[in-house]
């Protein structure tokens, strides 16, 4: 965790360690895809990189986080290659606990009504959720992780909670340019439990800012090592001192559909009930801070 007195660039995508985009269809109950179907690493030097160091720099990533607990309200604006685009609005209160980062999140379904989720983050994955029609939050079937959580659109579980950032079995493979600066890239790959639910999601490909150990992108490697979603941070703003991702796009490199999320209004460096991250919690409505500032559309 970044200590509060510091005011440094390296909380510019923390903020969002929760939201990535990363939707693949559900084939539930399949067996794990062998390891033989893992996609090789792609070193981008000629010998393979120090894999002692690349663990450090992994385990230095999980650790940071922003100061303070915060709040955003967002859109989810879904752009489909042909068809009409739709967009729709959420809010996210955001903390990290001893075991990694935990989110509370609302999606508003326009017919459906609200669908509430707590998500937690880290080396023990879970999720609860609570929709109108629910009549307690429970824990969420881990069936339902790629499922598309509103309709028309490609965010699932999967997606908010991204998983894989702690996922134990990676390849380190070097330092490359993205978009003009350097970043380490990791291959990670999935445990059995997400390969039974996914056999065509073999492996994450995760990019970070050499300097600040950010998120900038991350792709779902399917079959021939092939990019089959890929995430990408586009926009930053700075609040209360602290910088925070604005704009995340989700480009699925199948049909070519995107989904941006972009934040509206948000709120830093907060100090929130602990209530608001109880699983119980999510039956009751909670309002956001008082104290938001508009990042503009």
Same mark, same amino acid.
């Given at each position: 965790?970044?200590?509060?007195?510091?005011?440094?660039?390296?909380?510019?995508?923390?903020?969002?360690?929760?939201?990535?985009?990363?939707?693949?269809?559900?084939?539930?109950?399949?067996?794990?895809?062998?390891?033989?179907?893992?996609?090789?690493?792609?070193?981008?030097?000629?010998?393979?990189?120090?894999?002692?160091?690349?663990?450090?720099?992994?385990?230095?990533?999980?650790?940071?986080?922003?100061? /303070?607990?915060?709040?955003?309200? $967002?859109? %989810? +604006?879904?752009?489909?290659?042909?068809?009409? #685009?739709? *967009? &729709?609005? !959420?809010?996210?209160?955001?903390?990290?606990?001893?075991?990694?980062?935990?989110?509370?999140?609302?999606?508003?379904?326009?017919?459906?009504?609200?669908?509430?989720?707590?998500?937690?983050?880290?080396?023990?994955?879970?999720?609860?959720?609570?929709?109108?029609?629910?009549?307690?939050?429970?824990?969420?079937?881990?069936?339902?992780?790629?499922?598309?959580?509103?309709? /028309?659109?490609?965010?699932?579980? $999967?997606? %908010? +909670?991204?998983?894989?950032?702690?996922?134990? #079995?990676? *390849? &380190?493979? !070097?330092?490359?340019?993205?978009?003009?600066?350097?970043?380490?890239?990791?291959?990670?790959?999935?445990?059995?439990?997400?390969?039974?639910?996914?056999?065509?999601?073999?492996?994450?490909?995760?990019?970070?800012?050499?300097?600040?150990?950010?998120?900038?992108?991350?792709?779902?490697?399917?079959?021939?090592?092939?990019?089959?979603?890929?995430?990408?941070?586009?926009?930053?703003?700075?609040?209360?001192?602290?910088?925070?991702?604005?704009?995340?796009?989700?480009?699925? #490199?199948?049909?070519?559909?995107?989904?941006?999320?972009?934040?509206?209004?948000?709120?830093?460096?907060?100090?929130?009930?602990?209530?608001?991250?109880?699983?119980?919690?999510?039956?009751?409505?909670?309002?956001?801070?008082?104290?938001?500032?508009?990042?503009?559309?």
């Amino acid at each position: 965790m970044v200590a509060s007195g510091q005011n440094t660039p390296a909380r510019k995508w923390r903020a969002f360690l929760l939201a990535g985009l990363a939707c693949l269809p559900v084939w539930a109950g399949a067996a794990p895809a062998s390891k033989s179907t893992r996609p090789p690493p792609q070193y981008v030097q000629l010998r393979a990189p120090d894999q002692a160091e690349g663990a450090r720099l992994l385990a230095e990533f999980r650790g940071l986080g922003p100061a /303070g607990d915060y709040y955003l309200d $967002f859109e %989810l +604006q879904v752009r489909p290659r042909r068809g009409a #685009e739709q *967009v &729709f609005s !959420g809010q996210l209160w955001g903390t990290r606990n001893a075991t990694g980062p935990l989110s509370r999140v609302v999606l508003h379904d326009p017919v459906a009504g609200p669908r509430r989720l707590l998500i937690q983050n880290g080396p023990d994955p879970a999720v609860w959720a609570w929709q109108a029609e629910s009549s307690a939050p429970g824990p969420a079937d881990p069936a339902q992780l790629f499922a598309p959580l509103l309709p /028309g659109a490609d965010l699932t579980l $999967f997606d %908010l +909670q991204m998983p894989y950032l702690y996922w134990e #079995e990676f *390849v &380190f493979e !070097g330092v490359t340019k993205l978009r003009g600066r350097p970043a380490h890239v990791f291959l990670l790959y999935p445990p059995d439990e997400v390969a039974a639910l996914q056999p065509e999601l073999h492996g994450v490909r995760v990019y970070l800012d050499t300097q600040f150990r950010a998120l900038v992108q991350s792709q779902i490697i399917g079959e021939d090592n092939r990019p089959r979603r890929t995430f990408s941070v586009l926009d930053l703003k700075k609040i209360d001192d602290q910088w925070m991702v604005k704009t995340i796009d989700l480009r699925d #490199e199948t049909t070519r559909n995107k989904t941006r999320f972009q934040v509206v209004r948000a709120a830093m460096g907060l100090d929130l009930a602990p209530r608001v991250f109880e699983p119980a919690a999510l039956a009751d409505p909670i309002a956001p801070p008082e104290r938001r500032v508009w990042l503009g559309r």
